[in-house]
Nanobody, 123 residues
Framework: QVQLVESGGGLVQAGGSLRLSCAVSGFTFSSYVMGWFRQAPGKEREFVVNINWSGRSTRYADSVKGRFTISRDNAKNTVYLQMNSLRPGDTAVYYC????????????????WGQGTQVTVSS
């Protein structure tokens, strides 16, 4: 049974930090690109960042470059998202996803999804 379980969301003031985790089971974690997407109220789900199987290659949305960092631990089947200098515009439900390619920026390309974790940034 495929499971992706996100954790670490919450309420934080602008300028603060959060670290999201996504623990995976039910498929070969190290074979997949892993990504984070987010969906704000009334908006479509959008790409945030992804990371290749080895962790050596990443892709970031322009809106989060320099503030967010993705990493993965294949021994723990877990992908992380360190979010610094958070802004109210970062408020959204954050989802982790398993992808085939680093170029899979479209949410429809995701193979598996987590249930999401809410991140709220107050001004």
């Amino acid at each position: 049974q495929v499971q992706l379980v996100e954790s670490g969301g919450g309420l934080v003031q602008a300028g603060g930090s959060l670290r999201l985790s996504c623990a995976v089971s039910g498929f070969t974690f190290s074979s997949y690109v892993m990504g984070w997407f987010r969906q704000a109220p009334g908006k479509e789900r959008e790409f945030v960042v992804n990371i290749n199987w080895s962790g050596r290659s990443t892709r970031y949305a322009d809106s989060v470059k320099g503030r967010f960092t993705i990493s993965r631990d294949n021994a723990k089947n877990t992908v992380y998202l360190q979010m610094n200098s958070l802004r109210p515009g970062d408020t959204a439900v954050y989802y982790c996803a398993a992808l085939n390619y680093l170029s899979d920026y479209d949410p429809s390309r995701a193979r598996f999804w987590g249930q999401g974790t809410q991140v709220t940034v107050s001004s």
